[in-house]
């Protein structure tokens, strides 16, 4: 077994504060879900509009874009019935569909940007509306993270080994490798 080196024990940190926030977003909406129709409905999607500033903003600096608002959608066990909410003033409200709850923010114009159309400059609508599912992640340890890259690299090495059957059992031995092309654009 290998032992996991100190990337493998970041991963693995970063992956479980991935699952924390998951599981927390599921809690939530779990949570409002029961307060609004009982038991028995699961977490399954939304739907949200970032505002278009907000979303070139985030695509430049990485970080994730605040939604001007949210729809979440909720799937009974049993039934498969899906329901729709969002949240009002810190209270979640039912309502029909995503269409529903956005309303006019839905085809709400930009009140600044413009974009050309047919030769014409207009405004395009100020959001864009998204979809993420809610679900919950089991991440690996870096234990396991360790494992599957030696997994990895032995099926590297094996098929290597089969692609250069001339120097096959070097390959095996660790004597010799194939050069590898870089992976990605090449710099020039």
């Known amino acids: 077994m290998t032992n996991p080196t100190a990337q493998d024990i970041e991963n693995a940190r970063i992956r479980q504060e991935i699952a924390a926030r998951f599981q927390a977003e599921y809690n939530q909406c779990a949570a409002w879900a029961e307060q609004l129709f009982g038991t028995g409905y699961q977490p399954s999607h939304r739907h949200f509009l970032v505002d278009k500033e907000d979303e ?5 600096t990485g970080e994730r874009p605040t939604p001007a608002a949210t729809v979440f959608s909720v799937r009974h066990i049993e039934s498969g019935e899906r329901r729709h909410f969002l949240i009002r003033d810190g209270k ?7 269409e ?6 839905l085809l709400e114009l930009h009140p600044t940007l413009r974009i050309e159309v047919r030769e ?14 809610i679900e919950t992640y089991k991440p690996r340890t870096a234990e396991e993270l360790a494992a599957a890259r030696q997994r990895r690299e ?5 098929q290597d080994a089969e692609s250069n059957p001339l120097f096959r059992e070097q390959i095996r031995s660790g004597q010799w490798r194939p050069e590898r092309k870089p992976r990605g654009r090449t710099p020039g």
């Not at 979640?92 to 995503?98: D, Q």
């Open 100 to 105: 529903e709850g956005f309303g006019p923010l």
């Open 120 to 133: 014409q400059m207009v405004a395009p609508q100020r959001y864009s509306l998204c979809w993420s599912s």
């Open 56 to 60: 070139d903003r985030c695509r430049h």
């Open 92 to 98: 979640p409200v039912v309502v029909a569909s995503y």
């Open 154 to 158: 032995e099926r590297k090495v094996e």
